[in-house]
């Protein structure tokens, strides 16, 4: 009579398992197609760093190097995108640099700055930019390097960085910086790299990390304490570096942008990855473009440095959430993925007149009803769960109280299930 929804966990322990076993193809899934949006504004370069001030809707770009005249070397200007396009902040800053990192604190309100390579080799350095200056924080902390990964865990109010390389070679320790210390929180999890990419999956509360030189195609994520395999996806995604990966808060996915290797675009949904679009336009095929998400418009902006003359080109990809059962709720955050769509709510061929309503975590009052029912020892007690259902949803305005007499009243002329097994009993 009706379909018991299943948890979110349930989906990701189901789609994990059948990963290793969905052949390529499968795992594609084509969507809106990458749009250039704008070529101009920072002249071309390439391993710049960018992060998405969510607070003023803009993308924040700085630094990078210029491999060709007239301006060749180390870059230090800082750069803007709104909805107007770019423009450049005339302001002092950090030194000159590439191969740094960058991410938004988004508690504070500041872009954070790590590292890179400098004009007299690897820095070490902290900075942050509040939309109208630069400040230096820190000279302590992590050891110089270039090639690292920066993401903030919104949860826990601090900036996770990964890995890079330093004079020593390839790093695989993790620092938190929580706005005025850098503290050392791990020296074991993934294999020292470099060029690898981290986000920060606000549904799950975790930071994801993919790829990067010495990486292969692991996948990790980092829950404040320890660091998880999730285990190798070469057949899916390829082993990327100096690629790109951010959270797309509609989808409730990563998104990884793989501009360097595969040139593809796919999203991790905790336990699988899963094909956006199979190829970029042309000019956004660079290394290490900078990628951010604009949670307003719902689309995530890519910045490509390309190192030739034909300029800075941005780019941008709607969300694509994933609904497999139609109801317009992204299925990471769907409770029921296979939700009860009908139009009305019908009780065992009683009809109550109610339209079916559909909640925000992507389940039916038909759902919630067909809940009842699997739970319940005996008709009673599935009147009894009804009867509470009925009084939480007036409660909440969404029925009148006329209604809710209507919902139990079916509720009790319906031949649950434990009670049609007692009348075959009897018989």
């Not at 990486?215 to 899916?236: I, L, Q, V």
């Not at 956004?284 to 300029?311: A, C, P």
Request: glycine fraction near 12%; charge should be negative; charged fraction near 20%.
């Amino acid at each position: 009579m009706y379909s018991l929804p299943r948890t979110v966990p349930s989906i990701l322990v189901t789609a994990f398992t059948m990963m290793c076993f969905q052949p390529y193809d499968s795992l594609a899934q084509e969507c809106s197609p990458w749009t250039i949006v704008e070529t101009g504004g920072p002249i071309p370069r390439r391993n710049a760093a960018m992060a998405f001030d969510e607070r003023r809707g803009v993308a924040v770009y700085f630094g990078g190097y210029r491999d060709f005249a007239p301006q060749l070397g180390h870059l230090g200007d800082t750069w803007e995108r709104g909805e107007v396009g770019w423009r450049q902040r005339i302001v002092q800053g950090p030194p000159p640099r590439f191969e740094h990192a960058m991410a938004y604190d988004s508690r504070r309100g500041v872009v954070i700055l790590f590292g890179g390579a400098g004009e007299r080799g690897s820095t070490g350095d902290t900075w942050e930019w509040d939309g109208s200056a630069w400040s230096q924080r820190s000279n302590d902390g992590p050891l110089p390097r270039t090639m690292h990964a920066m993401t903030f865990d919104e949860r826990r109010g601090v900036v996770v960085m990964f890995g890079g390389n330093s004079a020593a070679g390839s790093r695989g320790d993790t620092w938190e910086w929580d706005g005025d210390t850098w503290t050392l929180v791990a020296t074991t999890g993934p294999s020292p790299r470099q060029a690898h990419a981290m986000a920060y999956d606000q549904l799950r509360g975790v930071t994801v990390l993919h790829g990067g030189l010495l990486g292969s195609s692991e996948t990790w994520e980092w829950n404040g304490m320890t660091w998880k395999s999730r285990g190798r996806h070469a057949t899916t995604i390829g082993s990327p570096f100096l690629h790109s990966m951010v959270f797309d808060s509609r989808s409730g996915e990563v998104v990884s942008v793989n501009a360097n290797s595969s040139n593809e675009t796919w999203a991790w949904n905790g336990a699988s990855w899963r094909m956006l679009v199979r190829l970029l336009p042309v000019p956004l095929h660079d290394n290490n473009s900078g990628i951010g998400y604009d949670s307003q418009r719902g689309v995530i902006v890519l910045v490509s440095g390309k190192f030739s003359r034909e300029g800075t080109v941005t780019g941008e990809l709607p969300s694509c959430p994933l609904d497999s059962d139609g109801d317009d709720v992204a299925d990471p955050y769907d409770q029921c993925d296979e939700s009860n769509l009908s139009e009305l709510v019908v009780i065992d061929d009683c009809e109550t007149g109610l339209a079916n309503h559909l909640f925000d975590d992507g389940c039916t009052m038909m759902d919630r009803i067909g809940e009842c029912e699997a739970g319940a020892r005996n008709h009673g007690d599935f009147v009894t769960c009804v009867g509470d259902l009925a009084r939480t949803w007036s409660e909440d305005g969404l029925i009148e109280s006329n209604e809710k007499g209507d919902l139990i009243h079916c509720a009790a002329k319906a031949d649950a299930p434990l009670r049609r097994v007692q009348k075959l009993g009897r018989g």
